[in-house]
């Protein structure tokens, strides 16, 4: 008896040879299985191929290396900006300006920062909310 | 392990070590295989592109727990197995059937007349709509062992079930391909 494994094992050249020999028996005898063995062999070709006329879509080498170096770029740019704001910050702070100065300069960058982070917020918000975000174009 | 595992391990090698000049290499090597496994899951080049771009990303930032001792490809075609599956379920629009020839080529063959080359290109046509109404699971198997060309062993890898599974997998799949050919009325072969 001949299983529907050991069919697609035959027709894919990964039956053990004790096994071939009981296949290749069985096709003399069984009607049914030679028929089935030829459809299975003739989709076979067919879908191979399909497989070898499919088009080529050339190198995604550009774009996946732009994406792994992007993350390099990122550390070093915040790293650096944070060094840097960090010892403005403190040469600010230590500078002979008065405080009305350092305190209305700062009321300043902070109102901004808030406001940035709000409308960034806002922003998330929205595309979480989109009903339509799943629509593509 | 073979010459290929080998080259391919020690190209992970010196990606893990900060080289990831090295990572082209393997994206040169693997993405034809890639793109012909997407293309036959997602139907869409476009899609299938992205999901082959995304893999390759994925796989970088998954290098570090890829086993030296194993094969590449079937662990890069598992990751894209997972992308093509997702891109599937976001999309609900599953298999997209567009215009032949924007996925197939349509040269002739060596050998046989004009007749015959139209016959084949008719053939592969109703094919590549025939699997386009089979279910991800048997599309998946067909893709990997007719199109692909992969053995029991790395479709067992790659999809994560035995290689018994896979044959089993392999003749419900290629049975639900011949009545979905004959629900559309074609009598095949």
């Known amino acids: ?137 | 392990m073979n010459e290929q595992q080998a080259l391919d391990a020690e190209l992970v090698r010196k990606c893990l070590a900060g080289q990831p000049r090295f990572y082209e290499p393997l994206v040169r090597a693997y993405e034809p295989v890639a793109q012909r496994v997407a293309l036959g899951m997602l139907g869409d080049a476009d899609a299938a592109r992205d999901a082959v771009q995304q893999t390759f990303i994925k796989a970088y930032a998954a290098l570090d727990r890829f086993d030296l001792e194993r094969s590449f490809r079937p662990w890069l075609l598992q990751i894209l197995r997972n992308q093509c599956r997702d891109e599937l379920r976001r999309r609900k629009a599953g298999f997209q059937v567009r215009r032949i020839d924007t996925v197939l080529t349509q040269r002739l063959p060596a050998e046989g007349g004009p007749d015959r080359a139209r016959r084949r290109s008719e053939a592969r046509e109703i094919l590549w709509e025939g699997l386009g109404r089979i279910s991800v699971d048997h599309r998946e198997v067909l893709v990997l062992k007719e199109i692909q060309g992969l053995s029991y062993g790395e479709i067992a890898q790659a999809t994560g079930v035995p290689e018994g599974t896979v044959a089993s997998r392999l003749f419900h799949a290629r049975r639900a391909l011949k009545e979905a050919l004959e629900a559309m009325g074609v009598e095949y072969p």
Not at chain 1, 119 to 132: G, I, Q, V
């Open chain 1, 1 to 137: 008896m001949i299983t529907h494994e050991e069919l697609m094992r035959y027709i894919d050249g990964e039956l053990e040879p004790e096994r071939m020999l009981a296949v290749e028996a069985a096709l003399e005898s069984d009607t049914e299985l030679r028929r089935d063995y030829l459809l299975y062999s003739r989709m076979k070709t067919d879908l191979e191929s399909l497989g070898e006329h499919m088009k080529d879509a050339g190198t995604v080498w550009t774009p996946v290396s732009r994406a792994i170096a992007r993350p390099l770029g990122w550390i070093l740019f915040i790293l650096g900006a944070v060094i840097w704001m960090a010892y403005g910050v403190y040469a600010y702070l230590t500078s002979a300006d008065a405080m009305w100065e350092k305190l209305s300069t700062s009321a300043v960058v902070v109102g901004l920062a808030m406001l940035l982070l709000s409308a960034l917020l806002d922003r998330l918000h929205d595309l979480k909310s989109d009903p339509y975000r799943s629509i593509e174009r």
